[in-house]
């Protein structure tokens, strides 16, 4: 199944007496990169995972064009990639293990080409048959995106992919996301690093205290519409 | 992809996994002869055990150790918040609780393999007397007791005091099916063997299986979402 819009209306998630999100709403369309932003435990993950259907929300609705997480169900999340704060890697497995095993689990053809090219896509494929234990947390996040990518989503949510990774491979990262974009996917990205999220970005939104606030767009940097945006 | 290739996929990996690090299947043998070893120090005076002492042994290290093993394959899952990418998949999420029940069951035969032999040895019990009414019962019981107990570890693997509510929930649900099982048993390896009780008791443990596992079916999806 495909579908042209992301839309969370009035969604709340509470924990126990903790609100993590309070009626958030928002809208995201074909090919838009959407940066959240927002200070730790914000609540940018709690919505990256409802956006995944991994967690209902208390109240409101999320909507994948007119679908919802409970009607499509494995359709639906046959087209939704996310890379998380931790990694869905197995240590024990090659990185080559890996993504087969993914590739195989969302029923992709052609699993060994589609393997290879990840790997050449992470700079592992020298690597492919070394126990992702032995890998540094650089090297498991490119293997990691590469893993949520795999299957081509049209739903793309990134919590903190820029984490661990050096210059070259934010900038390879930054071309990727905007190469996604250009392709139709929506993309939803946490990260506290503006500068990157400024460059991959049409938009951005900020989390604050489980509430969201659009960044109004501008010729002034990210940083200083952010800090306008969220109050200390 | 269909049910069962997606059970398939996910025991093989699980396996592979088991194979390259060999740590649950180690600690859940040595937790399971150090068992054995230990009670028959108590039951087993001047060479004679205690009448029916085998069969409750037994089953007792069957079920520590497959606790054990219960809670370390979903902790291996929790790590890296794999059991999400799981749940994320594209796949019935009631194949991945099959899958997770398969690779904790071939786990736990290969357990109680290396276990009956020593039971048999150490307390003199005829194991090789009704061989396959006794390994029916041990496959029975063993389903019984580890479809419970892998919704629950799937159930718990988020909970901060999953180590204490694992058995603390596991043990009064699976008593039906430990007392089938130990009972079943005993009636095999007693000086006058009752075939039919142990089969009486054996059909008992197959509708505790036929239960159970419609059951954990039937709420994995609902309990998984968060």
């Not at chain 2, 008593?175 to 142990?198: E, W």
């Amino acid at each position: 199944m495909d579908f042209e819009s992301l839309t969370f209306s009035d969604v709340t998630r509470t924990y126990g007496r903790r609100r993590a999100l309070h009626r958030v709403s928002l809208t995201c369309g074909a090919g838009e990169v959407v940066a959240l932003l927002g200070a730790n435990g914000a609540g940018k993950s709690t919505l990256l995972s409802i956006a995944a259907t991994l967690i209902e929300p208390t109240s409101g609705e999320v909507r994948f064009g007119q679908a919802t997480g409970r009607t499509a169900g494995p359709a639906l999340r046959a087209r939704i990639g996310l890379l998380a704060h931790d990694l869905y890697l197995y240590p024990e497995l090659s990185a080559a293990e890996n993504l087969e095993f993914f590739a195989r689990l969302y029923r992709r053809g052609d699993v060994t080409h589609r393997v290879d090219t990840a790997l050449c896509a992470a700079g592992l494929a020298d690597r492919r048959d070394e126990p992702v234990a032995g890998f540094s947390r650089g090297m498991r996040q490119r293997l990691a995106i590469e893993r949520a990518l795999l299957h081509e989503p049209r739903l793309v949510l990134l919590d903190e992919p820029f984490t661990g990774l050096d210059d070259r491979s934010v900038m390879a990262l930054q071309d990727r996301i905007s190469a996604l974009g250009r392709a139709g996917c929506i993309v939803l990205l946490t990260t506290h690093d503006l500068e990157a999220a400024e460059a991959v970005a049409e938009r951005a939104v900020v989390l604050t205290r489980g509430r969201l606030v659009p960044i109004e767009p501008g010729p002034t940097p990210l940083r200083e519409r952010y800090r306008r945006a969220s109050p200390a | 992809m269909t049910f069962l290739a997606t059970v398939w996929l996910v025991v093989r990996k699980d396996l592979l996994v088991e194979l390259r690090s060999r740590e649950i299947l180690y600690t859940t043998v040595f937790f399971a002869v150090s068992c054995v070893l230990v009670f028959s120090f108590g039951f087993v005076r001047d060479g004679q055990p205690i009448d029916g002492a085998a069969a409750g042994i037994l089953w007792i290290a069957i079920a520590f150790s497959g606790t054990l093993a219960l809670g370390r394959t979903f902790e291996r899952e929790r790590q890296s918040e794999t059991l999400r990418a799981l749940l994320l998949a594209p796949v019935d999420r009631p194949a991945l609780y099959v899958a997770k029940l398969v690779g904790v069951l071939v786990l736990l035969l290969a357990v109680e393999a290396l276990v009956v032999p020593l039971v048999g040895i150490l307390f003199q019990a005829p194991v090789l007397r009704a061989p396959w009414t006794l390994a029916a019962l041990l496959v029975a019981g063993t389903i019984g007791f580890a479809c419970v107990g892998t919704l629950f570890a799937a159930m718990l693997v988020r909970a901060r005091s999953r180590d204490v509510l694992l058995p603390v929930l596991l043990y009064p649900v699976t008593v039906p099916v430990i007392i089938a099982g130990v009972r079943g048993t005993a009636a095999l390896l007693q000086a006058d063997p009752d075939a039919a009780m142990a089969r009486a008791w054996l059909s008992l443990l197959v509708f505790f299986d036929v239960i159970f596992i419609t059951l954990s079916l039937w709420v994995f999806e609902p309990l998984m979402t968060e």
